[in-house]
């Protein structure tokens, strides 16, 4: 009997890491199976060449996306076509809904079974999406304990396989390492930074971090700011970094990245997009605060659609406010540079958010006590045996 191809698409880097450990959790219950589909350097390492540079798919933002509508459209048309050809035997669409869903609903017409990971945040904004929804996909695989049930009150089968960032190592660094790596005194405070992953993130959000940093650093001497990046927006990161008063060190290894949260762990702090960033820092254990902004006709847009108090992940979880959160107008340099002058200052504060990270940690295991990978392996394998 031939193995099964899945085809898998996904849009950004967190999905390209999602998918990669998809695909090695589906060979270790069948070593033959094939995948095809679309992602970037980490479904690459699986075996996986993309069907066009997944980077095409990387935007975010209603003003955003509009200039490469015609692109993405003919994108559409490609892996439609390349779906059609192939006939997987199941489609796994990973997170970026704006393309993914679109994708789901050219090829149901094919009758293969369609899986989407990384629940919609329908519980956020835009609750009416759910039947169109419904109408596209076959199953739902969730990040988080809650999503299920709204899911299955619509429906749509869906499964809670946990968080992906408890595999993710980012707990399992090694701070001395890191130091000795970049010659940096012990005790001296390492500032996480993270803009983002996707380049219009990384231009929007750069310009602020720098100027937080230019007020920050003459008050914490010896600070050192370390961006971990993505290669989507390596360049993109290096060239909007050049200017800053600190020379950051950025950072693509993964190992290496891992190892930078622990120097942060241990003295530090963390400047974070909202978004999965802010439950890495969470599982590191390193005190952060979030923020974020969008061109000002989306946020006004979105401001009129969301549904829930707050962005960060952790503080939803919590359902309280574990981490400040600046956002729009509020994130300013200089409230900025005040939060995280408190976070490096005062240990109280910091002590306070570790607290209620452990709280939120204990929520993001799914009951089976699998990884995050396997439970969703065994999801995907369980609705290809049904539409078998």
Known sequence: MTAPLIYIVAGEASGDVLGARLVAALRAHDPA??????????????GMPSL?????LSLMGLIEVLPNIRRLARRLNETTADITARRPAAIVT??????????AERVRPLGIPIIH???????????GRIAKIKARVDRILCLLPFEPVIFEAAGIQADFVGHPVLESGVDAGNAARFRAAHAIP????????M????????????????????????????????????AVVADAVRAGTAGWPVRPILVTDLAEKHDA???????????????????????AGIPHLVAYRVNPITAAIVRRLVRVPFASLVNLLAERQVVPEYLQEAATPEALAAGLDGL???????????????????KLRADTGSLPSAAAADAVLRQVKLSG
């Open 52 to 56: 066009f540079p997944m980077r095409e």
């Open 117 to 127: 990971y990384v629940a919609p945040q329908i519980w956020a904004w835009r609750p």
């Open 344 to 362: 490096l200052a005062d240990g109280a504060a910091a002590a306070a958010q570790r607290s209620g990270f452990a709280e939120v940690l204990a």
């Open 94 to 103: 990973i997170d970026s809904p704006g393309f993914t869903l679109r994708l």
């Open 195 to 230: 803009p983002g992953s996707r380049r219009m993130e990384v231009t929007r959000l750069l310009p602020i971090f720098g100027a937080a940093l230019r007020l920050l650093a003459p008050r914490h001497p010896g600070l050192v700011p370390v961006l971990p990046v993505s």
């Open 33 to 46: 199976i094939q995948v095809a589909g679309i992602g970037g350097d980490r479904l690459a390492e699986q």
């Open 261 to 283: 949260f622990a120097a942060a762990a241990e003295s530090g702090a963390g400047l974070i997009k909202s978004g999965t960033s802010s439950v890495e820092m969470a599982v």
């Open 186 to 193: 012990p005790g001296a405070p390492v500032l996480i930074v």
